[in-house]
């Protein structure tokens, strides 16, 4: 005990200052003891003066935290991934291979005591599915095989180096039009300051940004803003929500203080593009959010990184030391007068907590449940304050069509009426040569498809995550032109750009219940529709699968998605109806 006070003691101080400080606490109590212990919770509730309560219920609402101590001191803890994209790629029958082999369960040790199984739904490394992680390594591309090889191995120093998938790999080069925010990545060192600078002109757009607002003010600030709502760019996050209203509205709110957010808490299969730009680019991420901060008055800027991005935190750690050092960050950049500081805030394992109120509530060392809105977080965000909340890749287009009229021009020469510029398309599951695609909107499913050598037998697609609907591969939407509209005008979500492709052999009665076990698991529980709803719309299919009143319990559950759809608090539980309908819709004979 005397050693976890001295712990936890260590901790608080380092978290003075910090924003989202229960998360620092908790995560490096995690990490130091393995799990929680309960004589912890007073003494962080203490520290922080607020109460035991209140840091039960964060820490239980976060997946990474455990207050049960771990049994013995030998033992390997398997972690597997669950996504769409790693069951596209033969997670199913790698999960029944460990189960049986090792006589384990999701949750449990075996009863040797030598092995403990858990999951997650994503760790972001979808180019190289199915993923597993042994004793704190990842290791990408396991088959059955390949994972018998790994375990049989009880001294991690004997193990074989995994293979990481680079950026120069994961960012392919056949896309039709230069890319415009991934050139650099796997071509730069991502900690080389002097390499972002004279890699395309690295930080121009911020000496522009200083220039204008130097000489001209507010006048200077407008003029960017409006040049940000004349590209028409759209928030890479999901929502497509137009970045330039956003900037827009934090600048003319009257506040004295003021907060960016760059929301990197990716969680979707089949997105990745965020982790691969952050561990192999990160400058180009960070010069937005500073551009962002300075357009908008805001002097404190967060990147809110998920926890399975082990790799992005360590690169963005050491270059955000760096960018300070260097006059980038602080209180006088590149000798301007103005001040901007980033902190990094890391999350521990939570899909919902990428929502933007949730996020905030996060930060706030609250419980991660959804806010209701209106007000809207550029209005009363983080704090009560006026906050910009836009994902990695917004920040890196914003730095990107803010350098110069011809960067401005060409933006808008790509794209369609709606969805301007390009969308780096993450392609993986049944297909030869996964990865980034950084296309303009507008290809149609068909040309990505090709490019990225889909299996001739594949027979669906989900586009946008796992709230994201299910296509069949058939002419109707092979010919879909991928844009935020048409996508949508088919009952669909663009999200993230993220394309799982599944096979010929998918069980889509697997997918299905899969899927719901990742809606119960995920919703925030704050609003009844999406709660409840999950959980029955589970109940409900397993009386449909047993053959018990087939269509009068379809009927509900179709009744149970419109109420969520329209009645949830954010698009989580209002997102759910599209993945289960679609696969209802499409592939119904495939399920009952």
């Known amino acids: 005990m005397e050693n976890t006070d001295k712990l936890i003691l260590r901790l608080t101080e380092e978290a003075k200052g910090r924003q989202g400080s229960l998360f620092y ?109 042994v004793d704190g390594i990842l290791y990408e591309k396991v088959n059955p095989e390949v994972f018998d090889k790994i375990i049989k191995t009880f001294d991690s120093n004997k193990l074989e180096e995994p293979a990481e998938l680079k950026a120069t790999d994961a960012v392919k080069k056949e896309a039709p039009v230069k890319s415009l925010i991934f050139k650099r990545c796997g071509y730069i060192n991502p900690l080389s300051v002097s390499d972002y600078l004279n890699n395309d002109d690295g930080f121009k757009t911020l000496r522009r940004v200083i220039e204008e607002i130097k000489s001209k003010g507010d006048e200077g600030k407008l003029l960017l803003i409006n040049e940000l709502k004349q590209s028409k760019l759209r928030g890479r996050g999901g929502a497509g929500f137009p970045a330039g209203i956003k900037w827009e509205t934090v600048f003319k709110e009257k506040s004295d203080v003021k907060y960016i957010i760059c929301n990197a808490d990716e969680g979707d299969s089949g997105a990745y593009a965020d982790r691969i730009i952050l561990e192999s680019d990160p400058a180009s991420v960070i010069e937005g959010i500073i551009i962002a901060g300075l357009i908008t008055g805001a002097e404190y800027g967060f990147i809110y990184l998920r926890a399975e991005y082990g790799g992005a935190k360590q690169v963005i750690e050491s270059i955000l030391g760096l960018l300070k050092d260097d006059g980038y960050l602080g209180s006088d950049i590149l000798g301007s007068g103005f001040r901007f500081n980033i902190d990094l805030i890391t999350g521990a394992g939570s899909y919902v907590s990428g929502e933007e109120t949730v996020l905030m509530e996060s930060i706030e060392n609250k419980r991660g449940t959804v ?147 990742f809606f119960i698991d995920e919703s925030c529980g704050k609003c009844a529709p999406c709660r409840i709803g999950t959980v029955r719309l589970k109940e409900l299919l397993d009386r449909v699968l047993k053959k018990q009143n087939t269509e009068e319990n379809l ?27 679609s696969l209802l819709t499409y592939f119904k004979n495939e399920i009952i």
């Open 371 to 517: 806010r209701q809105r209106p007000p809207v977080p550029a209005v009363s965000g983080l704090y009560g304050k006026p906050t910009v909340i836009n994902n990695v890749l917004t920040f890196a287009y914003a730095a990107y069509i803010l350098k110069g009229n011809s960067n401005l021009e060409y933006f808008l020469s790509l794209g369609t009426e709606n969805s301007k510029g390009t969308m780096p398309f993450q392609v993986s599951g049944a297909v030869k040569n996964p990865g980034i695609f950084e296309l303009p909107f507008g290809v149609t499913l068909k040309e990505l498809l090709e490019l990225a050598e889909a299996d001739v037998n594949a027979k669906a697609v989900q586009i946008g995550g796992p709230l994201g609907a299910y296509f069949p591969l058939n002419e109707k939407f092979l010919s879909l032109n991928l844009s935020y509209e048409s996508v949508s005008e088919k009952n669909g979500l663009l999200g993230h750009g993220g394309v799982v492709v599944f096979g010929g052999e998918t069980d889509f009665k697997y997918r299905l219940l899969n899927a719901l076990d």
């Open 25 to 133: 606490i908790l995560n490096g109590i995690n990490k130091e003891l393995g799990y929680i212990p309960e004589e912890a919770l007073l003494q962080t509730a203490e520290n922080l003066n607020i109460s035991k309560a209140e840091v039960y219920g964060f820490l239980s609402f976060f997946r990474n935290y455990k207050t049960d101590a771990e049994v013995g001191y030998i033992y390997r803890k398997i972690v597997v991934c669950r996504s769409e994209s790693c069951e596209a790629s033969g997670s199913k029958q790698l999960i029944e291979h460990i189960k049986a082999s090792l006589n384990l369960d999701f949750g449990k040790y075996s009863p040797d005591g030598k092995y403990f199984l858990d999951y997650v739904y994503c760790f972001g490394h979808c180019a190289a599915s199915p993923a597993v992680e």
């Open 555 to 581: 009927t509900i559950i179709d009744e149970i998605l419109d109420s969520m759809k329209y009645l949830s608090l954010c698009a989580f539980g209002a997102g759910v109806h599209m993945p289960v309908k």
